[in-house]
């Protein structure tokens, strides 16, 4: 099961955590990252706008891999789908969401960050979930103890990552990919002007290209 989305993420190596407050933000920030090369976008369900962004991104970049982020309930996976959110990502593990995304044929990407969560999440077929927030729950030492005993199970780590330590996040085998917000910060797009977030995101794209080639 998401065996195709799962080879999409590897792909893709960096996902950025999009919070738009604004819908017209949507359009150029698909625009920018693409340009990038930065394939994806978690649109997080923070904003009253989401749906709305994540319905604008794919239809302004069809080939782009568009998801939902913060989603908490199984009527946020609904109104991602109906917006063509293509993936699911939860701060936490919760049966019902995994569950309700299994049965619409969703990829989702759960927050786990214990043994517990990791083994509830395998028991649903799932083999890559996400760790949040990454930096507090240990980081890379945590994720690698993880890895261990789950042998196969991979993590997209969020929270934490950034320039400086995403290249040893990505060098890691048990890493599908990283999440952040570091090349799409409200602060780089303010203005209007969306060519910091494409320089921010070539930047990122190039130790993707340098870690998996
Ligand atoms: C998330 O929602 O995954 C995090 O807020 C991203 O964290 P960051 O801002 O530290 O990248």
Redesign the pocket.
């Known amino acids: 099961m998401f065996e195709d989305f799962y080879a999409q993420l590897e792909k893709l190596g960096i996902v950025p955590?999009v919070v738009l407050e604004k819908v017209e933000d949507a359009v150029p920030m698909a625009h920018a990252l693409m340009r990038a090369g930065m394939a994806s976008a978690e649109v997080?369900f923070r904003t009253a706008c989401a749906a709305e962004c994540i319905a604008a991104m794919r239809n302004a970049e069809p080939s782009m891999c568009v998801g939902a982020?913060?989603v908490l309930t199984c009527e946020q996976v609904d109104q991602a789908r109906e917006a063509g959110a293509q993936f699911i990502v939860s701060?936490g593990y919760s049966n019902e969401v995994v569950e309700h995304c299994i049965e619409l044929g969703l990829p989702v990407l759960p927050g786990c960050v214990t043994p517990s969560d990791i083994t509830s999440a395998i028991e649903h077929g799932l083999h890559v979930t996400k760790f949040?927030?990454a930096a507090q729950y240990g980081g890379l030492a945590t994720i690698k103890a993880l890895a261990a005993p789950f042998v196969g199970h991979r993590f997209m780590p969020?929270?934490?990552?950034n320039t400086a330590n995403v290249r040893e996040y990505l060098s890691c085998p048990a890493i599908a990919a990283c999440?952040?917000?570091?090349m799409v910060k409200p602060a780089l797009f303010v203005d209007g002007d969306f060519s910091r977030v494409e320089d921010e995101a070539r930047k990122a794209m190039e130790v993707v290209r340098d870690i998996r080639g």
């Open positions: 955590v997080t982020g913060t701060p949040f927030p969020t929270g934490g990552v999440g952040g917000t570091w």
